[in-house]
């Protein structure tokens, strides 16, 4: 268990990853450098959401980031998702600045986001039919495409229901199977399970890694990053953990989760499982506390 800031360690323990071959920078997928969020409030002090962040993010690994509520872990994602723009700092996708929101980055947010007025199917076309991810195909391409996202997430039978007519795990699967069926190469995710029952949430836990491919090799993975307040989820989910700190919001350590993939119910049942979550929670445990009372 390694908290470090050593890059290239945590490359290396990635599949397909050989830190020894090219450095670190040069396969970073996503990068934040220095990265400082301040939103200027008229009439109030200034409030720093996030300072002094710097993570790298490899070609397709999954990572994940934790912290109290209020810490800034949805800035983060914001500002990689390119709906915000740090303060300080620099973002970059495959060393180019963000600059605003792109094809390459799909994000997903806990409350669903489905056009309640669209089917299933309407809802996962709705991208292919308005932006650009469908725009060199053909109609029948894009069915196809649709057909098969409908498939991978397991929502067979249920295309032609409107949103309302489902679950909260499968309206989740539904704003999954939209999100890929764009294909983007980086998928931003905000608590996307937080909504969900203790049940469904692990079974999505489980879809999840399935459909991100945790049996390829890292090279045909799409990144990810992910945010939770659940420890557990980050454990079962990621390559690495980054714990934020809460006020202003800072990295506070990066965890590698060394547990083999594919990762299942005996993953969860092990002791380093229980080890990795016992010490993430050491880490927070304070910062935690902290939440509850300021
Ligand atoms: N648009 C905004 N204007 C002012 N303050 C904001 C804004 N967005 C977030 N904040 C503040 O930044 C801090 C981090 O928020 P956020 O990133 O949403 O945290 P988290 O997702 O970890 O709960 C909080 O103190 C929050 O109040
Ligand atoms: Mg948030």
Known sequence: MHETGVHERALA????????????????KLRLQDVGKRFETAGRAASVAVQDFTLDVAQGEFLVIVGPSGCGKTTVLNMLAGLERPTAGRVTLDGVEIAGPGPARGVM??????????????????????????????????AARVQSCIDLVGLNGSEDKYPHELS????????????????????????????????TRLILQDELLRIWGQDRPAASRRTVVFITHAIDEAVF???????????????????DIPLARPRNDATRASPEFQALTQHIWSLIRDEAYRATVT
């Open 13 to 28: 323990a990635i599949p397909g990853h050989d830190a020894a071959q090219a450095p670190a920078h040069e396969r970073a």
């Open 237 to 255: 989910l990621a390559d690495r953990v980054a714990v934020m700190t809460t006020h202003p919001g800072r990295l506070k350590a990066l965890i």
């Open 168 to 199: 909260g795990g499968m309206r989740q699967r539904a704003a999954l199977a939209r999100l890929v069926a764009n294909e983007p190469e980086v998928l931003l995710m905000d608590e996307p399970l937080a909504a969900l029952d203790a049940q």
């Open 109 to 142: 947010f806990q409350d669903y986001a489905l056009f309640p007025w669209q089917t299933v199917r309407g809802n996962i076309g709705f991208g292919l039919r308005h932006g650009p991810a469908g725009s060199a195909l053909s109609a029948k391409e894009r």
